[in-house]
């Protein structure tokens, strides 16, 4: 069982940027999984945003998001992070982080998830 703990999110403006975080629980390791991060507003379907591979060589993002967010995994592969800048109303959502054993649109784990709240 891999457990998922997302930290990072907070209410900001528009054109911030901020990080996220995910680390695996206590006893969990990650290093050999896909990781990616998914979000969900309010009255909207769960959609992609980014993912990466177990090596961190491989990165897939949504349209919706490429040239602002950038995921990346820590030097121990570990904790994985989601680095979001100019950021728009409409990234406004509870994002989760996911691991499977490969890069999917329907990962194996999920985290509780992390609100992201940004005002115009």
């Known amino acids: 069982q891999v457990q998922l703990v997302e930290s990072g999110g907070r209410l900001v403006q528009a054109g911030d940027s901020l990080r996220l975080s995910c680390a695996a629980a206590?006893?969990?390791?990650?290093?050999?999984?896909?990781m990616g991060w998914f979000r969900q507003a309010p009255g909207l379907k769960r959609e992609f945003v980014a993912a990466?591979?177990?090596?961190?060589?491989?990165?897939y993002y949504a349209d919706s998001v490429k040239g602002r967010f950038t995921i990346s995994r820590g030097n121990g592969k570990n904790t994985v992070y989601l680095q979001m800048n100019s950021l728009k109303p409409e990234d406004t959502a509870v994002y989760y982080c996911?691991?499977?054993?490969?890069?999917?649109?329907?990962?194996?784990?999920w985290g509780q998830g992390t609100q992201v709240t940004v005002s115009s």
């Open positions: 996911t691991a499977g054993g490969i890069i999917t649109t329907t990962p194996d784990y």
């Open positions: 206590t006893e969990t390791t990650i290093t050999t999984y896909a």
């Open positions: 990466t591979s177990w090596s961190g060589r491989d990165t």
